[in-house]
């Protein structure tokens, strides 16, 4: 914990380093996470549909970052860190004249959630 993921268009060029080391440290100053607990994956994807634009034209790119937490954070805690993940999307996305969609969630971890290490 916490779990965080990035899904994108593979077209856009993300700092992913820069932005995750930012990421990390937003979660750790605003949830109260542990620095050594925060993973991020990121997962580009080769192709983008948005509504009924040709996917070839690429016109559009996606990213949307979950941030799965533990329970117990508030709605204004949740709030807070997704309106920093999108601040910190603006700061090591180039803007290359592609029209973003930026998102961000945060949702609390199932009861069941587990790990290991080693």
Excluded: W
């Excluded at 750790?28 to 009924?52: D, H, L, M, N």
């Excluded at 709030?79 to 961000?104: C, N, Q, W």
């Excluded at 949702?107 to 069941?112: E, G, I, Y």
Aim: glycine share 6%; with cysteine; hydrophobic share 35%.
């Amino acid at each position: 914990m916490p779990q965080i993921t990035v899904d994108y268009s593979n077209t856009i060029s993300l700092d992913r380093a820069g932005f995750a080391r930012d990421l990390h440290t937003a979660t750790v100053e605003i949830a109260a996470a542990k620095p050594e607990a925060c993973k991020t994956q990121f997962r580009p994807s080769p192709y983008t549909a948005f509504g009924y634009e040709d996917p070839e034209e690429q016109g559009h790119a996606i990213v949307h970052v979950t941030l799965g937490l533990l329970a117990g954070r508030t709605d204004e805690t949740k709030a807070k860190l997704t309106e920093t993940v999108l601040e910190l999307l603006r700061k090591h996305i180039v803007d290359d004249g592609t029209v973003l969609h930026a998102s961000a969630e945060v949702r609390d971890l199932d009861p069941s959630y587990r790990k290991f290490q080693r």
